[in-house]
């Protein structure tokens, strides 16, 4: 009986998910969502796996503030049972640093900061400990859309398109751009369920951006440009479409040392150094260029860049043309 089990026990954590499930929970309680995010499976998959750490007694679930929240057995998180010697091995395990499990502490790190600006912790005062209703940062930002005039915008590398459907409720018309036809049918989804219209969803790459010159008032690069194979070329297309006086809008990652996104996450580039980032902003021909700090965690080996330039109102001398938008043009012709 004790081998049966043994065997049992050995098998479902012979499973890299429910390792790597056991390791997240073990530096704190998550709940689905935030497991999904961190582990970066199928919703379903992840109540597969907790369903099963649950009937073997490893993980433990509670309800609370709408939400059920898993974390570690209290004989795991106390280091006290029969099984006390093979959770101190695991933890062992646990604490060696691996691509793996760089990643996995990365995507923790902005489960944490999403926390941080949701009503729960925005909405209570810090000295009082009281809740005050209705202040959220996600309906600031909505709001401070209400102050945009009407305008038309391209989500240039749109992913999931969160970004195309927020940026909808304000816009004229939004175009929302991605080479992956998988995410943008995702993105339609999510547009039909939160009833998200004038989004004109289309299958492109950043540095052959389907739309017409001069056709769009603000273009939007929302942590794209480390994707771009040529980034260059990718702000050359902004640059390309916008119409006089159009606006760019830039978020993205400082360089940095996280070399394990380029296989996990698909990057090309780690981030980009400020000046660096202005001078290609600037080098496409857009004047005022401005690159600031957006965001920034003491833990987070990430911080988020805003840049942002224009598009002159009066179009500049042939002769003049940025050599990143002679590059693009090029590009263009010989395809």
Same mark, same amino acid.
């Given at each position: 009986?004790?081998?049966?089990?043994?065997?049992?026990?050995l098998?479902? !954590?012979?499973?890299?998910?429910?390792?790597?499930?056991?390791?997240?929970?073990?530096?704190?309680?998550?709940n689905?969502?935030?497991?999904?995010?961190?582990l970066?499976i199928?919703q379903?998959?992840?109540?597969?796996?907790?369903?099963?750490?649950?009937?073997?007694a490893?993980?433990?679930?509670?309800r609370?503030?709408?939400?059920?929240?898993?974390?570690?057995a209290?004989?795991?998180?106390? $280091?006290?049972?029969?099984?006390? $010697?093979?959770?101190? #091995?695991?933890?062992?395990?646990?604490?060696?640093?691996?691509?793996?499990?760089?990643?996995d502490d990365?995507r923790?790190?902005?489960?944490?900061r999403?926390?941080?600006e949701?009503?729960?912790?925005?909405?209570a005062?810090?000295?009082k400990?009281?809740?005050?209703?209705?202040?959220? #940062?996600?309906?600031?930002?909505?709001?401070?859309?209400?102050?945009?005039?009407?305008?038309d915008?391209?989500?240039?590398?749109?992913?999931?398109?969160?970004?195309?459907?927020e940026?909808a409720? #304000?816009?004229?018309?939004?175009?929302?751009?991605?080479?992956?036809p998988?995410?943008l049918?995702r993105?339609?989804?999510?547009?039909?369920?939160?009833r998200?219209?004038?989004?004109?969803?289309?299958r492109?790459?950043?540095e052959?951006?389907?739309?017409?010159?001069q056709?769009?008032?603000v273009?939007?690069?929302?942590?794209?440009?480390?994707?771009a194979e040529?980034?260059a070329?990718a702000?050359?297309?902004?640059?390309?479409?916008?119409r006089?006086?159009?606006?760019? !809008?830039? !978020? =993205?990652?400082?360089?940095?040392?996280?070399?394990?996104?380029r296989?996990?996450l698909?990057d090309? #580039?780690?981030?980009?150094?400020?000046?660096?980032?202005?001078?290609?902003?600037?080098q496409a021909?857009?004047e005022?260029?401005v690159v600031?700090?957006?965001?920034?965690?003491?833990a987070?080996?990430?911080v988020?860049?805003?840049?942002?330039?224009?598009r002159?109102?009066v179009?500049?001398?042939?002769?003049?043309?940025p =050599?990143?938008?002679?590059r693009?043009r090029?590009?263009?012709?010989?395809?």
């Amino acid at each position: 009986m004790y081998v049966d089990g043994a065997s049992s026990l050995l098998r479902l !954590l012979g499973d890299d998910a429910r390792l790597r499930l056991l390791r997240a929970l073990s530096l704190e309680a998550l709940n689905v969502s935030e497991l999904t995010a961190i582990l970066g499976i199928a919703q379903s998959g992840v109540s597969r796996h907790l369903g099963l750490l649950r009937d073997a007694a490893l993980v433990a679930e509670e309800r609370s503030g709408g939400y059920t929240w898993y974390r570690l057995a209290p004989d795991l998180e106390t $280091g006290t049972g029969p099984r006390a $010697g093979l959770w101190a #091995w695991l933890r062992g395990e646990f604490a060696r640093r691996t691509e793996a499990t760089t990643a996995d502490d990365a995507r923790l790190q902005e489960v944490r900061r999403m926390r941080k600006e949701n009503f729960a912790k925005h909405g209570a005062d810090s000295r009082k400990g009281q809740i005050v209703p209705g202040r959220s #940062w996600a309906a600031w930002s909505r709001a401070l859309g209400l102050l945009l005039p009407a305008v038309d915008v391209a989500d240039l590398g749109c992913g999931d398109g969160y970004l195309s459907i927020e940026a909808a409720a #304000w816009a004229r018309s939004v175009v929302a751009v991605d080479r992956s036809p998988e995410v943008l049918a995702r993105g339609r989804e999510l547009a039909g369920r939160r009833r998200a219209t004038r989004i004109d969803w289309r299958r492109g790459d950043l540095e052959q951006v389907p739309l017409d010159d001069q056709s769009v008032d603000v273009a939007l690069l929302s942590q794209a440009l480390h994707h771009a194979e040529d980034p260059a070329a990718a702000l050359a297309e902004a640059f390309r479409i916008l119409r006089p006086s159009g606006r760019l !809008l830039v !978020l =993205d990652l400082r360089r940095h040392d996280e070399a394990w996104v380029r296989t996990t996450l698909g990057d090309r #580039w780690l981030g980009f150094d400020d000046a660096d980032l202005e001078r290609l902003i600037a080098q496409a021909g857009f004047e005022d260029a401005v690159v600031r700090v957006g965001a920034r965690g003491a833990a987070d080996p990430f911080v988020t860049l805003i840049a942002a330039g224009t598009r002159p109102a009066v179009p500049a001398p042939a002769s003049a043309a940025p =050599d990143a938008t002679a590059r693009s043009r090029n590009r263009r012709t010989r395809r």
